[in-house]
């Protein structure tokens, strides 16, 4: 890696240990999002150049703010390039107290420390500290900082492409190794199932009730069972499925009591898949699954459970070819301060999903977050400020 990089390491890691001290789980983003343009103003980005936009008037969920959108002018002629990630941790960073240990920050092991995605915040600023600081020519930059992405790459979805002033490419920072140059990502389709069964004493006259835990249960079976419940390898396609919750009324339990036939279940689910039609095909088995288990359970009388069944895309699927402008922009960048880039696909959604579906090709790069989503999750410092490195020479290179 390149020793003369223009990156202020020190002040970096400072920025980063910063934002993750700030509590922004997904939803609740005002906070952080507040503090990165703190941040920005004391570089010298005019406040005319950052907003808000109305995203979250359009997000299914209550969500405290919109995407937080900022423009830098061109210090060169050259296309304007957008660079991304998200404001929002996971729920299990709420209260989280990272620190340094060793070349590593971590948490205190009680809750996830939300280097996913607060790496990608601080890169981002950190890419304007050192623009702007080391007069480093650069072409018209837009940055964005989504909003509830951790819930399902909501504020990326609801953008409105006209916000990135013309990006004709962009970088995402959501991810581990810098120089893993992430170009294609699964799509996920969601269901969700209600099963109104019949209530009966389970001890007096089970068979006078149609219990919607035994429907669903046969349904889960036979989609298993025919090989469309978690790996799904068919002839026609590849992907994964999950049955994610199951419960009842009002997110509690299924059920009220064991001695009563339960006549209540809600179900979500996904399929995932490269390809958005084997998705679907994927969530279609699970439909089928659970008519033919309404029509199989019923009660003395020969009654049936009512199950309704719902599904839709949560997010497409894309793929950039390895010789587009994009993939060749990053892998010269990482090359240009000693990384050598390796393209890879990821199996979970992203945020450029969405970029790529509003016209804006992206690759996304990593900055050292591991074990995501758990107590155990780190962030390999190193790593964080290659990430750092990376988005200066993406930014800079010609």
Request: proline share 4%; net charge negative.
């Amino acid at each position: 890696m390149s020793t003369n990089s223009p990156v202020d390491a020190q002040k970096a890691e400072q920025r980063l240990m910063s934002y993750l001290s700030v509590e922004g789980v997904t939803g609740h983003e005002s906070a952080i999002a507040n503090l990165i343009i703190d941040d920005l103003k004391s570089l010298g980005v005019s406040a005319s150049s950052i907003k808000f936009d109305d995203a979250h008037k359009r997000i299914p969920l209550p969500t405290e703010t919109g995407n937080l959108i900022v423009t830098l002018p061109g210090t060169r002629t050259g296309d304007r390039l957008l660079f991304a990630t998200h404001l929002d941790t996971v729920p299990l960073c709420a209260g989280a107290k990272p620190k340094k240990a060793g070349d590593r920050i971590v948490s205190d092991w009680t809750t996830a420390l939300g280097g996913d995605n607060r790496t990608g915040c601080a890169v981002l600023v950190t890419l304007v500290e050192t623009l702007l600081k080391q007069n480093l020519p650069h072409p018209p930059i837009t940055l964005l900082f989504t909003v509830r992405e951790e819930s399902g790459l909501h504020g990326a979805r609801e953008l409105n492409p006209v916000d990135l002033d013309g990006a004709i490419m962009g970088f995402n920072v959501d991810g581990k190794i810098p120089a893993d140059l992430i170009v294609g990502a699964v799509g996920q389709e969601s269901w969700d199932v209600e099963i109104h069964g019949q209530a009966a004493h389970a001890g007096v006259a089970p068979e006078k009730g149609i219990s919607s835990t035994l429907v669903a249960s046969v349904a889960i079976t036979e989609a298993h069972r025919n090989g469309w419940f978690g790996k799904v390898v068919k002839p026609e396609g590849k992907g994964t499925s999950n049955v994610g919750i199951f419960g009842g009324k009002g997110d509690k339990a299924a059920g009220d009591a064991t001695n009563v036939v339960t006549d209540y279940v809600h179900i979500k689910g996904e399929a995932r898949s490269s390809d958005a039609k084997f998705a679907s095909k994927i969530t279609e088995a699970f439909r089928t699954a659970f008519s033919n288990a309404e029509r199989e359970v019923k009660d003395i009388d020969g009654n049936t459970s009512t199950v309704k069944f719902t599904a839709k895309a949560a997010y497409p699927p894309f793929t950039i070819p390895e010789d587009s402008a994009v993939v060749k922009h990053a892998s010269r960048a990482a090359e240009a301060i000693g990384l050598k880039a390796k393209c890879v696909y990821s199996n979970g959604g992203l945020d450029a999903n969405w970029f790529v579906n509003h016209g804006v090709p992206t690759v996304t790069i990593g900055a050292g977050q591991y074990e995501i989503h758990t107590v155990k999750e780190y962030v390999l410092i190193e790593e964080f400020i290659q990430g750092c490195q990376l988005a200066v020479s993406l930014a800079t290179i010609d």
